[in-house]
Nanobody, 125 residues
Framework: QVQLVESGGGLVQAGGSLRLSCAASEGTFKNYAMGWFRQVPGKEREFVAAISWIGTLTYYLDSVKGRFTISRDNAKNMVYLQMNGVEPEDTAVYYC??????????????????WGKGTLVTVSS
């Protein structure tokens, strides 16, 4: 069982930056592909970014490419989402995700083994 706890959400102005963090409880963290999803009330959860277990492969939602960067620190059991140039459309609850499959498949599958409880990001215009 992997427990994921997100932090770093909050209110930010459009054009600003925010860094989300996700702490994983599991000692075998490095064996999991990690990702971030987001959800706006009334809409389906949406894939944002994923990173392979070794951290060399990353995948992004087209609308965040060039603005968001996912990274991980396997020594600390942490994964991060650096959000730059945020837009009001980025407002959502952001969820950390861990999966025993490949990072490449996290977006297309839309489902993962473990979810965090989410952290709210609000971008003001």
């Amino acid at each position: 069982q992997v427990q994921l706890v997100e932090s770093g959400g909050g209110l930010v102005q459009a054009g600003g930056s925010l860094r989300l963090s996700c702490a994983a409880s599991e000692g075998t963290f490095k064996n999991y592909a990690m990702g971030w999803f987001r959800q706006v009330p009334g809409k389906e959860r949406e894939f944002v970014a994923a990173i392979s277990w070794i951290g060399t492969l990353t995948y992004y939602l087209d609308s965040v490419k060039g603005r968001f960067t996912i990274s991980r620190d396997n020594a600390k059991n942490m994964v991060y989402l650096q959000m730059n140039g945020v837009e009001p459309e980025d407002t959502a609850v952001y969820y950390c995700a861990a999966d025993g499959g490949t990072a490449r498949d996290m977006g297309p599958r839309g489902d993962v083994d473990y979810w965090g409880k989410g952290t709210l990001v609000t971008v003001s215009s």
